[in-house]
């Protein structure tokens, strides 16, 4: 057992309200510069819909992710000689149109017109190629349209489409946040022909050394989530970097601290690295969240603790793994799943699905209805979150219902149900967590560098002008 320390990171879907805040807060810090005016390191998408870049998830025309060869792994792009004969030229690759072209309004002509007898109109220029332009699509051109064109063209809707009609009393949709997951088996680090992009070894997050890269391209294919982009201008590959500068100083990633809805959580996971090549190859696809869930050990136990030790993972980062809050939602309570785990990329970042308003149909009936009586079909989520084992989001929705039901009943002063998965005291500890806990509980990491924590830290901003907070830099 080779026990690694891993930053993880998980969102509640109930709570988003796709405001884009953390879409905009980091768009400002990590790519508000030329070359990366397309490139939203992490973007919200309604669901359905097509997403960002459009039709990400389809991996027939994409070739992201992994495959199971002959029973062993192998990249969906190819091997190593088909690789290489496609080193000058990846077709399988999404084009800026496939994106969206970025652009600026002409303000000058606001600002500066003579006296007209109409109104002068900013029109739009593109940023790329400073001429004027039609736009006719953005990052999320889709948002909210989830009875539209665009959300019968879900990739996920093709696999159970005859049992969704999307007629209009049967609309559904939800808000889906998407980082870089820092996978703890990237295909874009195995497909990367300079050795550019790395897990890191300390906090497994995933990172392209802007030295080592040679823009070959191979990586933006590889990745099933389309989570790498290209930088025109320096002709570099640019990432998610799950704010490292932030981490190491004890800080949480800028979307999480950004976001309005309170949905993320953050903070550190223990898993055993020996397994991870096991589990990728798990031959039934639907079983790989299990194998996943193996993966990750209880911080709490000694041997697990010892074995941490002897991989020189620090006192303060193994503190931190037994009161993360992502440990409790992942593995305690198993409310959270990995984005679609058929990729064989185990990610780590994970979503509670969404509790959808009840179906018309039952509405009158029940106050709180079974999980499949809600108005998202389970078959839909099952795709997105579970490989299509719809039991898995079964079992998962009961348990958001059940700790909304013993909340609802100690409310109203009445007895408790009975046959419970859990103790009472869980599902109110539970309930506190995803619902109204507070910035220190949803954030747990371990102090940084200077050995203080992110409460220290922001005690101490403004207070040491230009040089890093409490100095050391």
């Not at 990995?338 to 185990?346: A, G, I, S």
């Not at 009445?414 to 419970?420: G, I, V």
Request: glycine share 6%; proline share 6%; hydrophobic share 35%.
């Amino acid at each position: 057992m080779k026990i690694k320390a891993q930053i993880a990171m998980v969102m509640n879907l109930d709570k988003c309200i796709g405001c884009h805040t953390c879409s905009i807060t980091c768009k400002n810090v990590w790519t508000n510069r030329a070359g990366a005016e397309y490139m939203y390191f992490n973007n919200v998408e309604t669901k359905p819909g097509v997403g960002y870049p459009r039709d990400w998830e389809n991996q027939e025309k994409w070739k992201g992710g992994w495959q199971l060869d002959g029973g062993e792994l192998s990249l969906k792009t190819g091997s190593k000689l088909e690789r290489i004969l496609k080193l000058f030229y990846h077709p399988e690759q999404p084009e800026m149109k496939d994106y969206y072209e970025p652009w600026t309004y002409d303000y000058e002509t606001l600002i500066n017109s003579k006296r007209k007898n109409h109104q002068p109109v900013a029109r739009p220029r593109s940023l790329i190629t400073q001429q004027r332009m039609e736009i006719k699509a953005g990052p999320n051109w889709d948002d909210d349209l989830a009875g539209g064109e665009s959300a019968r063209k879900d990739y996920n809707l093709k696999k159970v489409a005859a049992d969704i009609t999307l007629e209009f009393q049967d609309i559904f949709m939800k808000y889906l946040p998407r980082n870089c997951n820092h996978c703890l088996n990237p295909a874009c680090v195995a497909a990367c022909p300079s050795g550019a992009i790395y897990k890191r070894d300390e906090d497994g997050v995933v990172l392209v050394s802007q030295d080592a890269c040679r823009g070959w391209r191979h990586c933006i294919p590889a990745c099933p989530y389309k989570k790498i982009y290209y930088n025109w201008k320096t002709n570099k590959a640019e990432k998610c970097t799950f704010c490292y500068p932030r981490l190491e100083n004890g800080l949480p990633t800028v979307c999480t601290d950004t976001c309005v809805g309170r949905i993320r959580y953050l903070g550190v996971i223990l898993y055993d690295a020996d397994a991870v090549f096991d589990a990728a190859k798990t031959s039934d696809e639907k079983n790989i969240y299990f194998n996943l869930l193996d993966i990750i050990k209880n911080p709490h136990s000694p041997e697990v603790q010892a074995a941490a030790r002897a991989e020189e993972i620090s006192e303060a980062w193994i503190k931190a793994a037994e009161v993360s809050p992502v440990y409790q939602i992942i593995k305690d309570w198993k409310l959270a799943l990995p984005l679609h785990p058929e990729y064989r990329t185990l990610p780590m970042v994970w979503y509670i699905p969404p509790l959808s308003p009840i179906m018309k149909a039952v509405e009158d009936k029940v106050y709180l209805p079974k999980s499949d009586a809600m108005r998202i079909p389970l078959k839909y989520l099952a795709e997105l979150f579970a490989a299509g084992n719809i039991e898995v989001i079964t079992k998962t929705l009961q348990r958001l219902l059940d700790m909304r039901t013993v909340m609802r009943k100690k409310e109203i002063s009445e007895p408790a149900p009975q046959n419970l998965e859990f103790e009472i005291g869980e599902y109110e500890k539970m309930y506190r967590l995803l619902g109204i806990a507070k910035y220190s509980e949803r954030i747990k990491l371990p102090a940084g560098l200077q050995g203080k924590t992110h409460e220290q830290l922001r005690e101490l901003q403004g207070s040491a002008g230009y040089v890093c907070p409490g100095g050391f830099c």
